[in-house]
């Protein structure tokens, strides 16, 4: 088959690796790419969140079968075009990709289908929104509505705090995102990622995950898109899973067929777990960057078989072959990240890296230029392994992460403290 890849992040290098694998690959472009996807798949220019020029694409390079990596695509309706146009896609539809575009949209489809969530109000001034937050006290969470690349939640320890947040979204802080907000209850207790293959009604789960949103170690400072993760997530136990399965997941997926808009593709579902109860905090319709790389790292060629199974209506007949390992992925990133950051350093000794089935440099913002590697964006490199045991993939990770000669980067050394 040949098979079009859209991204160009350290979750779409990690897709492309796994994907290269499976025998039934007999040509793979990745579009746009970065320097590492390109030392193993052609990489082309592309506007992917043009779903026409995706389609022409698509047809003028013979492509059986597109998987699409990140949300923007996704909510802006390419899965629905290259649908139409007859190929087959994994990945939701823009009605579908609701579920992440839209905070307070998910909010309703929980209630609908009486999903445990955090108890909300949703709002469209800044005067009610306030008063909300007057009549329920601190701590308590405010969010855009929109996509706003992770940016648009305030965990606001005070009423003042939450106020001031309030005030930045209505007045234009995250753009259209902002425009309504959401407000929501705190929850307590650790967050783990659950990944589950969903066609309509059936569903499938792929494994999961916990990353490390902040960027400073202990999880303290700014929030990233991710500074590394680990698999499985040792709090999201069989009975907790099941539980996501039958409480939230099952029946949210229900409603969003009922309504005529079924979901189709990767569903990630971000829960928060106290007490052995899990409760949705999101979904994200795409697997997580860097989840993702610790995914794919497991799974290997057959995390291909499992997405063509659920693109191709045969979810139901697909089996994941789980191994007893475990797999851990440190973020490597440009200083300065999340804040202002330099481009255009060189990174040194990607060569000497011993890259296999347990251990690989998954690129994200990279190019290269001469024959050097050099960082193009915040997050650059993920270093990734996988051992029997949780210590045994951190020390190949680390021992990874430190061979890269990168004074103008940085990396957290407690990736995955919690569950070690
Ligand atoms: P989101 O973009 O919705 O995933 O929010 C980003 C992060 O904020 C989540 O991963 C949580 O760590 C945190 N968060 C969001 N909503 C809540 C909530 N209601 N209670 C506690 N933490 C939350
Ligand atoms: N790592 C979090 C995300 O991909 O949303």
Redo the contacts with the bound molecule.
């Keep these: 088959m040949n098979i079009l890849i859209l991204g160009s992040g350290g979750r779409e290098h990690a897709l492309a690796w796994a994907v290269m694998q499976n025998p039934k690959c007999d040509k793979l472009i990745v579009a746009p790419g970065n320097a590492g996807i390109a030392m193993i798949a052609d990489c082309a220019t592309l506007d992917i969140e043009d779903g026409g020029s995706v389609v022409t694409f698509a047809e003028e390079n013979s492509i059986d079968f597109v998987i699409v990596g990140p949300e923007a695509p996704l909510a802006a309706g390419v899965a629905d075009r290259l649908r139409d146009a007859g190929l087959l896609v994994f990945g939701p539809s823009a009605a579908a990709a609701k579920l992440e575009a839209s905070?307070s949209f998910t909010k309703e489809i929980c209630d609908a289908a009486n999903a445990p969530t955090?108890a909300y109000g949703h709002f469209t001034d800044a005067e009610s929104a306030k008063a909300y937050v007057q009549s329920q006290g601190a701590p308590i969470?405010v969010?855009a509505d929109g996509l706003a690349a992770?940016k648009?939640?305030i965990?606001a320890e005070t009423v003042a705090e939450a106020e001031t947040a309030i005030d930045d979204m209505f007045s234009g802080a995250f753009g259209g995102a902002g425009a309504e907000v959401v407000i929501?209850?705190?929850?307590q207790g650790e967050?783990a990622s659950f990944f589950v293959l969903v066609n309509g009604t059936d569903v499938l789960p792929m494994g999961t995950a916990q990353d490390h949103?902040r960027v400073g170690e202990g999880d303290t400072g700014l929030?990233t898109g991710g500074m590394g993760a680990y698999s499985p997530a040792p709090v999201l136990t069989d009975a907790i899973a099941q539980k996501a399965l039958d409480e939230i997941i099952k029946p949210t997926m229900a409603e969003m067929a009922k309504r005529g808009t079924p979901y189709q593709g990767i569903l990630y579902a971000?829960l928060?777990i106290e007490n052995g109860q899990p409760r949705l905090?999101?979904y994200n319709v795409r697997f997580g960057d860097p989840e993702c790389q610790v995914l794919m790292m497991r799974l290997g060629a057959q995390a291909f078989d499992l997405m063509h199974a659920c693109a191709d209506d045969r979810l139901p007949e697909a089996r994941v072959n789980w191994a007893d390992d475990h797999a851990m992925t440190v973020v490597l990133a440009a200083q300065g990240y999340p804040g202002a950051y330099d481009k255009g350093s060189v990174i040194g000794g990607l060569d000497a890296l011993t890259e296999d089935s347990f251990q690989m440099m998954f690129h994200a913002g990279t190019s290269e230029k001469d024959g050097q590697i050099t960082a193009t964006g915040g997050r650059v490199l993920n270093a990734t392994a996988r051992g029997a045991t949780l210590q045994e993939a951190r020390d190949r990770a680390y021992a990874q992460a430190q061979a890269v000669d990168w004074p103008q980067g940085f990396y957290r050394r407690d990736i995955g403290w919690r569950a070690l």
């Design positions: 905070k955090a969470v969010k992770g648009g939640v965990i929501e209850e705190f929850m967050e949103k929030n971000g928060m905090v999101e």
